[in-house]
C-alpha cells in the first residue's frame, strides 16, 4: 500500500472503517490558506488522486506566498524549460518505475533545489530556456549547489554530498527527456551536465548492527510495538528492505504456507524477484531450525490482516482487534525507531532499520559466504551492489588476516619439503652408483 499524501490523516469511524481527511496544517491556515479542509472518503484510490489535486493548489498557493513567478505557479510550465524538463521526467516511465515511492519527495525537493537556484542576474534557473544552458553555465549552477542558502552556507561549509546529487539527477532528467525533445536541447551539447567537475568528498559508510543488537532492541520494545520489533528482526534476518516490510510485502500467507510449510517467502519489490528462505532441515539427529529466534518474534506479532506489519489505532486498541489496524508511514516509523532505542539499554545511536538490513549483509561475508551463496539470499543482481552492503567489519579483517597467514604458512612448508625432495635426490644419486653392481659381457 501507498504511503499517505501530504495533508492527509486517517480517522478510525464507530463503524469500524477507516476514513481520510485532508487537513492544512494550523500554521498555514492562520497565513490564510486559500486552500479548504475536506473529507475524502474511505476509498484510497479515490483519496490519492483528489489529495494529490489538492496538494497542487496548496502549492500553487504557497509559491505565491512566498513571492515566486506566477509561471511557477502554473500546472503547465514553460514550454522548454527546466520547469518543464523536469515535469516531463516526473511523468516518465524512468522516473515512475526506477523511483521509489519513498524516495520522489527527496527528488521533488531536489528539482525545486535546481529550478529556484537564482542565476548572477536574480533569475531562476527554472525560467531558463533547456537549449540556453551551456557546460559553462552548469559548471557556475554547480558551484551555487555547493553554498546553498541554509545552515551550512552560514557557517562556510560546502555542501558536497548534495552538490552531487543535484548534478545527478539533472544528467538523468536531461537524458531521458532528450530522447522525447531532442529539438528543445542544443544540437552540439544536449547534455550539459555530462563531464561536470566535481570536488572529491570523502563518503561516509552507512552504518551496520549486529545480531546481539538487533534483538536487544526487538525484545525491548515487542511488548509495546511488536510490529516494530518484527520489522526490525525481518530486516536483519530476511534482508528485505525496510521500506518493502511498512508497505506490505511481507504478508502472513507468505509464512510458512500450506503449500511450503518450511519455508517463508521474500518479495523484493525493488527487483521483482521472490526469495524462499528455508526455516528448517529435518537431519538424522531431528529437525533444525534456522531462524528460531526471530520465529519466536513473530509468534509474538498479532495477525491484524493480511499484511505482517500493521499499527492498531485509537481508543483501547488492543481490544478492538483489526478494527483499528492501518499500515505504518515510513517516515513515522523511523521516527519511533529512533524514540525507542534510546529506551533500550545495550542499542547504539546509529540503530536504524537500514542498519539492519546492512547488519545482516555484514553476517553473510562475516561467515564467509560465496559471492553466490550471499547474492542467492540477498538476490542483489549484480556483484557490485551486494559487495556495497557488507561492511568491511574486524571480523571480515580478521578472516581475510587468517587466511592470508594461512596461504604464507602453506607456501613456506611447500618450499621447504621442495628443498629436502632436491637434497635427499641429490644425496641418493651417488649412493645407487656406488652401489650397483654392474655385470660386463664376457668376450667370445
Known amino acids: 500500500m501507498d504511503l499517505l499524501p501530504r495533508h492527509v490523516r486517517p480517522k478510525r469511524l464507530k463503524s469500524g472503517q477507516i476514513a481520510y481527511y485532508y487537513d492544512v496544517p494550523s500554521k498555514y491556515r492562520k497565513l490564510e490558506c486559500s486552500v479548504e479542509n475536506e473529507p475524502l472518503g474511505a476509498d484510497f484510490a479515490k ?23 506566477a509561471a511557477q505557479g502554473k500546472i503547465m510550465p514553460t514550454y522548454g524549460t527546466v520547469d518543464w524538463l523536469f515535469r516531463e521526467y516526473k511523468i516518465s516511465d524512468a522516473y515512475l518505475l526506477k ?30 530556456l533547456v537549449r540556453r544552458l551551456s557546460p559553462r553555465a552548469v559548471d557556475k549552477l554547480y558551484k551555487k549547489f555547493l553554498t546553498g542558502t541554509g545552515k551550512k552556507s552560514l557557517k562556510g561549509e560546502e555542501r558536497l554530498r548534495t552538490a552531487e546529487k543535484l548534478v545527478g539527477l539533472c544528467r538523468k532528467a536531461w537524458r531521458v527527456v532528450h530522447r522525447y525533445f531532442p529539438a528543445e536541447f ?5 547534455n550539459p551536465w555530462l563531464g ?21 532492541f526487538a525484545w525491548g520494545v515487542i511488548d509495546e510495538y511488536p510490529e516494530i520489533a518484527a520489522t526490525a528482526v525481518i530486516c536483519f534476518e530476511w534482508l528485505q528492505r525496510p521500506e518493502n516490510v511498512v508497505m506490505g510485502h511481507m504478508k502472513w500467507s507468505d509464512y510458512r504456507a500450506p503449500s511450503a510449510p518450511s519455508t517463508i517467502r521474500v518479495v523484493h519489490h525493488k527487483t521483482n524477484k521472490i526469495a524462499p528462505h528455508p526455516l528448517e532441515e529435518e537431519t538424522e539427529t531431528g529437525v533444525v531450525r534456522f531462524y528460531a529466534e526471530a520465529e519466536e518474534v513473530l509468534a509474538k506479532l498479532p495477525k491484524l490482516g493480511v499484511q505482517m506489519i500493521l499499527r492498531q489505532v485509537g481508543k483501547a486498541k488492543k481490544e478492538r482487534g483489526q478494527a483499528g489496524a492501518i499500515p ?18 545495550g542499542v547504539p545511536a546509529h540503530f536504524t532499520l537500514d542498519a539492519c538490513r546492512h547488519g545482516g549483509m555484514t553476517e553473510l561475508e562475516e561467515a564467509q559466504l560465496t559471492d553466490g551463496q550471499g547474492r542467492a539470499l540477498s538476490l542483489h543482481q549484480t556483484q557490485k551492489s ?46 645407487r652408483v656406488r652401489n650397483e653392481k654392474r655385470e660386463f659381457p664376457k668376450s667370445a
Open 328 to 345: 505504518w508511514v515510513y517516515s513515522s516509523l523511523n521516527h519511533a525507531v529512533a524514540r525507542l532505542r534510546k529506551k533500550v539499554d
Open 186 to 190: 542544443d544540437n552540439e551539447v544536449p
Open 47 to 69: 483519496m490519492t488522486e483528489r489529495a494529490k489535486v489538492l496538494n497542487e493548489q496548496f502549492d500553487e498557493w504557497d509559491r505565491a506566498r512566498k513571492g515566486l513567478p
Open 99 to 128: 523511483v521509489a515511492p519513498r524516495s520522489r519527495p527527496d527528488y521533488e525537493w531536489a528539482m525545486d533545489q535546481v529550478c529556484d537556484t537564482r542565476t548572477k542576474k536574480g533569475e531562476r534557473t527554472g525560467d531558463q
Open 196 to 216: 561536470v567537475t566535481m570536488k572529491v568528498r570523502a563518503k561516509a559508510e552507512k552504518p551496520a548492527v549486529t545480531r546481539d543488537e538487533v534483538y536487544t
Open 386 to 431: 551486494y559487495q556495497g552492503y557488507a561492511k568491511r567489519s574486524q571480523a571480515r579483517m580478521l578472516s581475510a588476516t587468517k587466511k592470508r597467514h594461512a596461504h604464507v604458512i602453506a607456501e613456506a612448508v611447500a618450499k621447504s619439503l621442495a628443498n629436502e625432495e632436491g637434497t635427499n635426490v641429490r644425496n641418493e644419486a651417488p649412493e
